[in-house]
């Protein structure tokens, strides 16, 4: 007997009316055209970190073209500019500075700037090329953002997409008897069901807060920062390549240089320090301090539940890792998009793979806590001090020994940023079979052959703010 | 990372295993091992994979082995996939090929619109959407374009060879690239009192070899992991219960040679039919709780095709594999590491994935335990995921004419395969892992191919006007047939690359 396909899901309520919600809703909207999307405004919480990502990683690129979020459209609309990768100072001894880029790292065997580190140190910018034979194909970047003019944008997009928008905010979620959700009261006393609910209601985790209560997993042990300090205004602008990230002796300071101004935080931990103290170290005139809990949801699908962004996954911002979680859970999302009927299994399958995506993440960030030279400071101190996880110990365990990075399902950094981590923290890759038995003479074609490369790519790039200044001339 | 003393390997076994290795090694650690094969005539080649998959061609091209000479020195034909005979029913045949079907829409998998489609009474075969399933039904055969996203790369190819050839190829490259060979029988295996590691083995002329690292090529003997270190089978037959093949060659037949393999299901069974460019290779795979050799080899006789080139030969094994397959300094490879029938030729593969891992952690510097548990995390996750496949092809089936098909299709499968099972019949969607050897349309084919229709697909599939969608499928049909028209017969195409032929002229 044939089987037929499902009825598609006829109603869905995103809870949460941040960039979070509304790349879910736009994404739901696109793959169901006939489905009515509804996003119910929840208030803005400082502490809904993947909210207030100002930068992406090269993966979120061709996740926003999919979902037809034009990079176009977020340069003239978003204040949107492009960036080739992060610096990080003082992360293994005190005056330590390295790049950690985006796009193809050097061949292994030879230690060696990458054509993308080498365009950004030289403050210029391309494209990357399609043709593998360009030196441009090993470039990549990635996106930086406005957050408030970035939710505008995609509140727009929404809304030529026929996504609707409740006029009244959220104000509580009533359980029903199989352990999901029957609806939602809005702050007006109007109900509203749906057939799934995606919470993107950041850490307060509106609607999942109405189901039978779901075990966490506490990251606490693992990433040390549990407090963010947010100044209460951007810094000046200024048009480079790279962003930073800066280790200090109680917590790290995060720059993003956006071209209308610097967006930047310092994350802490309350075992190390003061609030005054970090507000001093971070170099802030003043700051609120925001609780973070280092963590996740068991299960981030939980009946008729789905819970993106800070609801379901809560990590310190380290590389602005955030967003692009969400990307890769939204894409999941989309793959996997049920029908009326939610099968436990494809549950499952989101679930197993959706938190796969979450724990790698979470060691990226853990990884940078790890770096055998690290620098003088209690916090370094008390972060070194934290548990390695198993996944995390095999990958620097066979990276030093074998100089090999173990593979990892749904992995959401590519490899090539797992080797420049290693990299920028001072961790050397053990010996290969191919290290091994280079000849001194390969060895040193190998090199002048990559350092010709990332000669002719900065040759053939034009300065960071020459090419900045073209490409928006062109997005208006 | 300056060079190091090399590490001293002895390898024993000359079989397909053992001359993969030494001629990896070789070639992929160049001066960082000195390695020994030591091999004896009298001991048998087992050489049961005749057919291989795609990613045996990165292997040899890794190794630095030009294609056409490979080919011309084992009489090795192209393959497009395998020709499943009579396992969802008698009567049944589907093509598994190494090629993808349609085309993704709108981000769903194209196999939910093809279920959209055929459940309004259309396109019974999902086969139709599959350039290279098209091209093995037609005897056609071009090499893909690699680097596009059009229908020409939408399939790739591996080979159907002599594996009594391959053997003594790889040992002609590995000797030109410093392996020694020594010939002789090990009639001992010396252990360190210590460490338990095996110190050294001995041959019958009381010649004495001791290594850094030893890798047991000695298929089922199992010379050191088994013997020597006693190193426990975890046995599978419950699951897969052949456990004896019976092989025999025939002739070619005239006319077009089949770029693919068959797989027919037998009574308690099932026979394979690889064509190579001198002969047929034909066998029969079967359970002797369900069967006796006699009735086995009456029944190859029965479905083989062509005059017999040699009388039929019994082959013993057991499903299954050693608990590790790197223990103290002993590496198994092959199948003294362990066995899963050739149902999808997946036996080289198993020794050459293992051979490619040995390399990523080869022990520059000495064997960490890290390095062990690594290798055998590795190899038990290849070995656990292609016995699913090979479960699945034997319960996924409605054939109740034997005692053999009663228990397949009643065992109880392993949990990991139930719960994929169960997924694709509710959903439609096949559980994805980026690592391992098949992926989504690999079991799309054997699902579909043997009538595991899901009840339930993706809701998007309904959403596109179906009779623009049955104009999409139709127009698709019709560039497939197109391109497989445009290709040459596989004979032809064989002839035309006279480098690749065995005996051209």
């Given at each position: 007997?044939?089987?037929?396909?499902?009825?598609?899901?006829?109603?869905?309520?995103?809870?949460?009316?941040?960039?979070?919600?509304?790349?879910?809703?736009?994404?739901?909207?696109?793959?169901?055209?006939?489905?009515?999307?509804?996003?119910?405004?929840?208030?803005?919480?400082?502490?809904?970190?993947?909210?207030?990502?100002?930068?992406?990683?090269?993966?979120?690129?061709?996740?926003?073209?999919?979902?037809?979020?034009?990079?176009?459209?977020?340069?003239?609309?978003?204040?949107?500019?492009?960036?080739?990768?992060?610096?990080?100072?003082?992360?293994?001894?005190?005056?330590?500075?390295?790049?950690?880029?985006?796009?193809?790292?050097?061949?292994?065997?030879?230690?060696?700037?990458?054509?993308?580190?080498?365009?950004?140190?030289?403050?210029?910018?391309?494209?990357?090329?399609?043709?593998?034979?360009?030196?441009?194909?090993?470039?990549?970047?990635?996106?930086?953002?406005?957050?408030?003019?970035?939710?505008?944008?995609?509140?727009?997009?929404?809304?030529?997409?026929?996504?609707?928008?409740?006029?009244?905010?959220?104000?509580?979620?009533?359980?029903?008897?199989?352990?999901?959700?029957?609806?939602?009261?809005?702050?007006?006393?109007?109900?509203?069901?749906?057939?799934?609910?995606?919470?993107?209601?950041?850490?307060?985790?509106?609607?999942?807060?109405?189901?039978?209560?779901?075990?966490?997993?506490?990251?606490?042990?693992?990433?040390?920062?549990?407090?963010?300090?947010?100044?209460?205004?951007?810094?000046?602008?200024?048009?480079?390549?790279?962003?930073?990230?800066?280790?200090?002796?109680?917590?790290?300071?995060?720059?993003?240089?956006?071209?209308?101004?610097?967006?930047?935080?310092?994350?802490?931990?309350?075992?190390?320090?003061?609030?005054?103290?970090?507000?001093?170290?971070?170099?802030?005139?003043?700051?609120?301090?925001?609780?973070?809990?280092?963590?996740?949801?068991?299960?981030?699908?939980?009946?008729?539940?789905?819970?993106?962004?800070?609801?379901?996954?809560?990590?310190?911002?380290?590389?602005?890792?955030?967003?692009?979680?969400?990307?890769?859970?939204?894409?999941?999302?989309?793959?996997?998009?049920?029908?009326?009927?939610?099968?436990?299994?494809?549950?499952?399958?989101?679930?197993?793979?959706?938190?796969?995506?979450?724990?790698?993440?979470?060691?990226?960030?853990?990884?940078?806590?790890?770096?055998?030279?690290?620098?003088?400071?209690?916090?370094?101190?008390?972060?070194?001090?934290?548990?390695?996880?198993?996944?995390?110990?095999?990958?620097?365990?066979?990276?030093?020994?074998?100089?090999?990075?173990?593979?990892?399902?749904?992995?959401?950094?590519?490899?090539?940023?797992?080797?420049?981590?290693?990299?920028?923290?001072?961790?050397?890759?053990?010996?290969?079979?191919?290290?091994?038995?280079?000849?001194?003479?390969?060895?040193?074609?190998?090199?002048?052959?990559?350092?010709?490369?990332?000669?002719?790519?900065?040759?053939?790039?034009?300065?960071?703010?020459?090419?900045?200044?073209?490409?928006?001339?062109?997005?208006? | 990372?300056?060079?190091?003393?090399?590490?001293?390997?002895?390898?024993?076994?000359?079989?397909?295993?053992?001359?993969?290795?030494?001629?990896?090694?070789?070639?992929?650690?160049?001066?960082?091992?000195?390695?020994?094969?030591?091999?004896?005539?009298?001991?048998?080649?087992?050489?049961?994979?005749?057919?291989?998959?795609?990613?045996?061609?990165?292997?040899?091209?890794?190794?630095?082995?030009?294609?056409?000479?490979?080919?011309?020195?084992?009489?090795?034909?192209?393959?497009?996939?395998?020709?499943?005979?009579?396992?969802?029913?008698?009567?049944?045949?589907?093509?598994?090929?190494?090629?993808?079907?349609?085309?993704?829409?709108?981000?769903?998998?194209?196999?939910?619109?093809?279920?959209?489609?055929?459940?309004?009474?259309?396109?019974?075969?999902?086969?139709?959407?599959?350039?290279?399933?098209?091209?093995?039904?037609?005897?056609?055969?071009?090499?893909?374009?690699?680097?596009?996203?059009?229908?020409?790369?939408?399939?790739?190819?591996?080979?159907?060879?002599?594996?009594?050839?391959?053997?003594?190829?790889?040992?002609?490259?590995?000797?030109?690239?410093?392996?020694?060979?020594?010939?002789?029988?090990?009639?001992?295996?010396?252990?360190?009192?210590?460490?338990?590691?095996?110190?050294?083995?001995?041959?019958?002329?009381?010649?004495?070899?001791?290594?850094?690292?030893?890798?047991?090529?000695s298929g089922f003997r199992s010379l050191l992991l088994g013997d020597a270190l006693e190193e426990p089978w975890e046995d599978w037959s419950h699951w897969l219960p052949c456990d004896r093949a019976v092989a025999m060659p025939t002739a070619s037949p005239a006319g077009e040679i089949e770029p693919y393999t068959r797989a027919?299901?037998?009574?308690?069974?099932?026979?394979?039919?690889?064509?190579?460019?001198?002969?047929?290779?034909?066998?029969?795979?079967?359970?002797?709780?369900?069967?006796?050799?006699?009735?086995?080899?009456?029944?190859?006789?029965?479905?083989?095709?062509?005059?017999?080139?040699?009388?039929?030969?019994?082959?013993?094994?057991?499903?299954?594999?050693?608990?590790?397959?790197?223990?103290?300094?002993?590496?198994?490879?092959?199948?003294?590491?362990?066995?899963?029938?050739?149902?999808?030729?997946?036996?080289?593969?198993?020794?050459?994935?293992?051979?490619?891992?040995?390399?990523?952690?080869?022990?520059?510097?000495?064997?960490?335990?890290?390095?062990?548990?690594?290798?055998?995390?590795?190899?038990?996750?290849?070995?656990?995921?292609?016995?699913?496949?090979?479960?699945?092809?034997?319960?996924?089936?409605?054939?109740?004419?034997?005692?053999?098909?009663?228990?397949?299709?009643?065992?109880?499968?392993?949990?990991?395969?139930?719960?994929?099972?169960?997924?694709?019949?509710?959903?439609?969607?096949?559980?994805?892992?980026?690592?391992?050897?098949?992926?989504?349309?690999?079991?799309?084919?054997?699902?579909?191919?043997?009538?595991?229709?899901?009840?339930?697909?993706?809701?998007?599939?309904?959403?596109?006007?179906?009779?623009?969608?049955?104009?999409?499928?139709?127009?698709?049909?019709?560039?497939?047939?197109?391109?497989?028209?445009?290709?040459?017969?596989?004979?032809?195409?064989?002839?035309?690359?006279?480098?690749?032929?065995?005996?051209?002229?």
């Open positions: 007997m044939p089987g037929s396909a499902r009825e598609p899901l006829g109603t869905i309520a995103v809870v949460g009316d941040g960039p979070t919600g509304l790349v879910a809703a736009i994404a739901l909207r696109r793959a169901l055209p006939r489905c009515a999307v509804t996003v119910i405004p929840t208030p803005a919480d400082p502490a809904a970190l993947a909210d207030w990502t100002a930068a992406l990683t090269p993966r979120s690129n061709a996740f926003l073209r999919q979902m037809g979020i034009e990079e176009g459209m977020l340069a003239a609309r978003a204040g949107a500019s492009l960036r080739l990768g992060t610096e990080l100072a003082g992360w293994t001894s005190g005056q330590s500075r390295a790049v950690h880029p985006f796009g193809a790292a050097p061949p292994p065997e030879i230690a060696a700037t990458s054509v993308s580190a080498a365009l950004a140190l030289a403050d210029r910018f391309a494209l990357p090329s399609d043709d593998p034979a360009s030196p441009l194909s090993d470039i990549d970047y990635g996106l930086r953002l406005n957050p408030q003019a970035y939710t505008r944008a995609l509140g727009a997009l929404a809304a030529h997409l026929g996504v609707t928008r409740s006029p009244s905010g959220f104000a509580a979620a009533t359980g029903d008897t199989s352990g999901g959700i029957a609806g939602l009261r809005l702050a007006s006393g109007e109900d509203v069901t749906a057939d799934l609910f995606v919470d993107c209601s950041g850490p307060a985790s509106l609607v999942a807060q109405g189901l039978p209560s779901e075990p966490h997993i506490d990251w606490s042990r693992i990433l040390p920062v549990d407090r963010l300090l947010i100044p209460p205004t951007t810094g000046a602008p200024k048009l480079t390549a790279l962003d930073r990230i800066t280790a200090t002796p109680l917590g790290w300071r995060g720059e993003v240089f956006g071209r209308d101004g610097t967006h930047a935080l310092f994350a802490a931990s309350i075992e190390v320090g003061s609030p005054e103290a970090w507000v001093e170290a971070a170099g802030f005139a003043e700051a609120a301090v925001i609780p973070l809990a280092p963590g996740r949801r068991d299960r981030l699908w939980q009946a008729n539940v789905i819970c993106l962004g800070d609801a379901g996954v809560r990590f310190e911002p380290l590389h602005w890792l955030n967003a692009a979680l969400v990307h890769a859970q939204v894409a999941l999302l989309i793959e996997l998009l049920p029908g009326r009927d939610l099968h436990p299994l494809e549950r499952n399958e989101f679930n197993r793979r959706a938190a796969a995506m979450a724990d790698r993440a979470r060691d990226f960030v853990a990884l940078h806590y790890h770096a055998p030279t690290r620098p003088e400071g209690a916090f370094q101190d008390y972060a070194a001090g934290l548990a390695l996880p198993d996944t995390l110990r095999l990958t620097i365990d066979e990276f030093t020994r074998r100089g090999r990075l173990p593979f990892f399902e749904e992995d959401v950094l590519p490899r090539d940023a797992w080797v420049f981590a290693m990299a920028s923290l001072g961790i050397a890759p053990g010996p290969t079979a191919r290290s091994v038995t280079l000849t001194p003479a390969a060895r040193t074609a190998l090199i002048r052959g990559h350092e010709a490369r990332a000669a002719a790519a900065v040759q053939s790039a034009l300065p960071y703010r020459d090419w900045l200044a073209a490409y928006l001339q062109s997005a208006r | 990372m300056g060079r190091r003393d090399p590490v001293s390997v002895v390898i024993v076994g000359g079989g397909t295993a053992g001359w993969s290795a030494a001629a990896a090694l070789a070639r992929l650690v160049p001066g960082g091992a000195d390695i020994r094969l030591i091999e004896s005539a009298d001991i048998g080649i087992v050489g049961v994979g005749e057919a291989t998959l795609p990613h045996v061609r990165q292997f040899i091209q890794q190794i630095g082995i030009d294609e056409a000479a490979f080919m011309r020195a084992t009489h090795a034909t192209f393959k497009l996939g395998i020709d499943f005979r009579n396992f969802g029913r008698i009567g049944d045949s589907y093509i598994h090929p190494f090629g993808t079907f349609g085309r993704d829409l709108a981000q769903v998998p194209f196999h939910h619109y093809w279920l959209q489609r055929r459940a309004a009474g259309e396109e019974a075969d999902i086969g139709q959407f599959s350039l290279a399933v098209q091209a093995a039904r037609a005897g056609r055969f071009q090499l893909p374009r690699e680097t596009d996203l059009s229908l020409a790369s939408s399939y790739g190819y591996a080979y159907q060879f002599d594996a009594g050839l391959f053997g003594p190829y790889l040992r002609d490259f590995a000797c030109q690239h410093g392996v020694t060979r020594t010939e002789g029988r090990i009639v001992s295996v010396e252990r360190d009192a210590e460490s338990g590691d095996v110190a050294s083995v001995t041959l019958e002329d009381g010649t004495r070899f001791t290594a850094d690292l030893f890798i047991d090529c027919t299901a037998l009574g308690a069974g099932w026979a394979w039919r690889i064509p190579l460019q001198h002969r047929v290779g034909n066998g029969y795979v079967y359970a002797s709780a369900f069967i006796d050799d006699d009735s086995a080899a009456e029944g190859l006789r029965g479905t083989a095709e062509g005059a017999a080139l040699a009388d039929p030969r019994i082959l013993r094994f057991r499903a299954g594999r050693r608990r590790r397959s790197w223990v103290g300094n002993v590496v198994a490879i092959g199948l003294a590491s362990g066995f899963l029938e050739p149902l999808e030729s997946t036996s080289i593969y198993l020794s050459h994935m293992a051979i490619l891992r040995l390399v990523d952690l080869f022990p520059f510097g000495g064997i960490s335990p890290a390095d062990r548990a690594e290798f055998n995390r590795l190899v038990d996750m290849e070995y656990d995921r292609i016995r699913d496949f090979l479960i699945l092809h034997y319960h996924a089936t409605t054939r109740d004419d034997s005692p053999f098909w009663d228990h397949v299709r009643t065992m109880q499968v392993p949990d990991s395969l139930a719960e994929k099972l169960e997924l694709w019949r509710a959903t439609g969607r096949v559980a994805r892992y980026g690592e391992g050897l098949f992926f989504e349309p690999s079991w799309v084919a054997v699902y579909c191919g043997q009538n595991v229709v899901p009840d339930r697909w993706d809701a998007r599939a309904a959403l596109p006007d179906q009779p623009v969608l049955a104009r999409a499928l139709d127009r698709l049909k019709q560039e497939i047939a197109a391109q497989v028209q445009a290709m040459p017969g596989h004979r032809a195409f064989l002839e035309r690359e006279t480098r690749r032929l065995a005996h051209a002229g």
